[in-house]
């Protein structure tokens, strides 16, 4: 009986030993994997940012010596070139991951002070009695009355078709622009102000102080995961001194996109033009125009 028992509990603490060893190891998997998956995502993030910081070099580097410049590198989520058409000049590259690349769904600065675009804003004083205010080339009255969250957009020249009651976040469009009544003020016994938004236009920065290509970065949550995009997009520099100005205008030929895995973009130097008084200080414009392609 002595043997039998011994021989029973050895079973016993086996199936013991098995049971705890299998629970630890389900343990240290249940709270160990979250981690090495944001492990994972953060140096995903790391590299992408190394990533869209070496296609600025290569390209900066070819407007300063002309010639070819090809890299191999590793995607880990879509690269898609945006070239001078399209209107955006900018290179693109989003990653999904479980940790969000930056707190912030809209652009973020990394390299630079001074954002790409900006919006033309407007405000105006909402009282009992009109204002007036110059949007584009057209002239639109606001006005609003009493304790109201709305303002009265009425037209004044005659050419730009607006007219009606509008409300914060409410948009309309004067000139082919569009606007959004981004706030109204509605504190105290009338209203305070109205503020509106208007289209967007580029901001050009200064040769020496900024730089040529800003990086910006934004994070979407989708269902589990989070898109982390970094954005490469080519501005104007421009000297104070001679009011010259000089820009970068990407080129695409072929394949403008790809995803995931190990490829090879070229960057090379094409034409350059001059434009008399196109600089944003009306001074002389160099245009460089830069061949990137994706393999």
Known sequence: MSKLFKAQTQIISVVLIMGLAVGVIGA??????????????ENSLSQAEKNIELINSMITDVVKTGGQKTKQIQFDGELEIFDINTGENSIIYTIQGKTAGVASTNWVLLNDDLPVKSKETYAVNATDASDTISIG??????NSTGLSSSIVISNVTGTCNVAGTYTEENTFTCNSNNYVVEHVDITGTIDGFAVLRGPEYDIAGIVGTNKAGVITAKTMAATGIYLTSYKLTFRELVDPTNKEGIKI???????????????T????????????YGSSLSGELSKISVLVTLE
Request: hydrophobic share 30%; charged share 25%.
């Open 265 to 276: 973009i070229k960057v090379s130097r094409a034409d350059t033009t001059t434009e008399n």
């Open 28 to 41: 240290s998997y249940l709270w160990g994997a979250p981690l090495i998956e944001k492990s994972q995502t």
């Open 249 to 263: 205008l990407l080129e695409t030929q072929g394949n403008n996109k790809v995803t995931e895995g190990m490829h």
């Open 137 to 142: 080339c057209e002239d639109c009255m606001m």
